[in-house]
């Protein structure tokens, strides 16, 4: 059974950082594109980055380039997020998920992530 459990969320005062991260389990996810993605308050969920699982190209949300990192250890099977100069529109709760598409001449739609976590919560405070 596939399973990706996500921690490191907390309350961050803005400029700080924090680092998530998404334990995965049950399968070997080579081949895979792995994740993150966030949804705030009355907001649908949006896209952060993505990492090939195998090779570790990354891709990123134009908004937030240069702010959050994203990482993966494949001997851990763990993926990460490091984010860097919170804002309060950081604030939301963030998934990890996993296709098995690797397809990087386009984005994935969120409906071609196969598995997901149950998310962790980011506070920014102002």
């Known amino acids: 059974q596939v399973q990706l459990v996500e921690s490191g969320g907390g309350l961050e005062q803005a400029g700080g950082s924090l680092k998530l991260s998404c334990a995965a389990s049950?399968?070997?996810?080579?081949?895979?594109?792995m994740g993150w993605f966030r949804q705030a308050p009355g907001k649908e969920r949006e896209f952060v980055a993505r990492?090939?699982?195998?090779?570790?190209?990354?891709d990123y949300a134009d908004s937030l380039k240069g702010r959050f990192t994203i990482s993966r250890d494949n001997a851990k099977n763990t993926m990460y997020l490091q984010m860097n100069s919170l804002k309060p529109e950081d604030t939301a709760v963030y998934y990890c998920?996993?296709?098995?598409?690797?397809?990087?001449?386009?984005?994935?739609?969120?409906?071609?992530?196969?598995?997901w976590g149950r998310g962790t919560q980011v506070t920014v405070s102002s």
């Open positions: 049950g399968r070997t996810f080579s081949g895979y594109s």
């Open positions: 990492i090939r699982w195998s090779g570790g190209s990354t």
């Open positions: 998920a996993a296709s098995p598409l690797d397809s990087w001449t386009r984005p994935l739609s969120l409906r071609e992530y196969r598995y």
